[in-house]
């Protein structure tokens, strides 16, 4: 019989006690290599917008939505599905150039991972129905992405719904305006556009009115 290889620190594991040894139990890798990323970018492009990307078959599937996710089960937004994205794409925060495709600041507003309810998401991509749950520091609990049969407005690009299913991440609170900064740097639009060289002026019409100061510490935080 082979031996089946299934984590790299098995062997490693097995021969330790770790309730009485103080040996390292081997650092688990950050995510196990089955989670699948899960982002959310907001881009203040010529149209402020939240770019929803899940990571499939070493891409990043990606839905532009323009008014962003809701909390509130009731609020379907629209998400139109564009061009997959390099994984390392899910990385990034910074500015792209004016003039360029997509011209504007970028935030990574929303990171961690994500799970399908179907294991055969091409399958549920193809039907158009795509339920899952997300992890990441903003958004958790159940999702579904669903088709619509009509493009808005004309359009030829496949239109999707991002609806929050009941649960008890389901919220009526504007998650967009409640926590309105990047994950990564904690910075708002305007900042990061001001830092690496951006239009600030354009990048703050992407952030909430008021949130122009630094950020208020959570009492609860202090440590
Ligand atoms: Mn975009």
């Known amino acids: 019989m082979t031996r089946r290889k299934a984590e790299p620190l098995e062997e490693y594991r097995g021969k330790r006690n770790f309730e009485v040894t103080a040996e ?9 290599s089955a989670d699948l990323l899960y982002v959310i970018q907001k881009h203040r492009a010529s149209q402020l917008h939240y770019d929803f990307r899940l990571e ?13 996710p809701s909390l509130d089960p009731s609020v379907k937004r629209l998400a ?18 004016e003039g360029e495709y997509g011209g504007g600041t970028v935030m990574l ?79 708002l639009l305007a900042e990061i556009a001001r830092d690496e060289g951006g239009d600030v002026p354009k990048a703050a019409k992407g952030d909430p009115a008021r ?5 208020t510490p959570k009492k609860t935080s202090a440590r």
């Open 80 to 97: 139109a599905h564009v061009e997959d994205h390099p994984l390392e794409y899910g990385g990034f925060e910074g500015v792209i150039a």
């Open 109 to 187: 507003w929303d990171r961690g991972t994500w799970t399908p309810d179907d294991p055969d998401v091409d399958m549920s991509l193809e039907k158009g129905d795509l339920k899952f749950s997300l992890a990441g520091e903003k958004l958790r609990g159940s999702w579904v992405l669903v088709r619509t049969k009509l493009g808005y407005g004309g359009s030829a690009k496949p239109q999707w719904l991002l609806i929050k299913h009941r649960d008890r991440f389901a919220s009526t609170e504007d998650v967009l305006l409640q926590q309105p900064r990047s994950v990564l740097s904690k910075r």
């Open 56 to 68: 499939w078959r070493g891409v990043l599937l990606s839905w532009a939505i323009p008014k962003g």
């Open 211 to 215: 949130s122009g100061q630094a950020p």
């Open 24 to 32: 390292p139990k081997g650092a688990r890798p950050r995510a196990k």
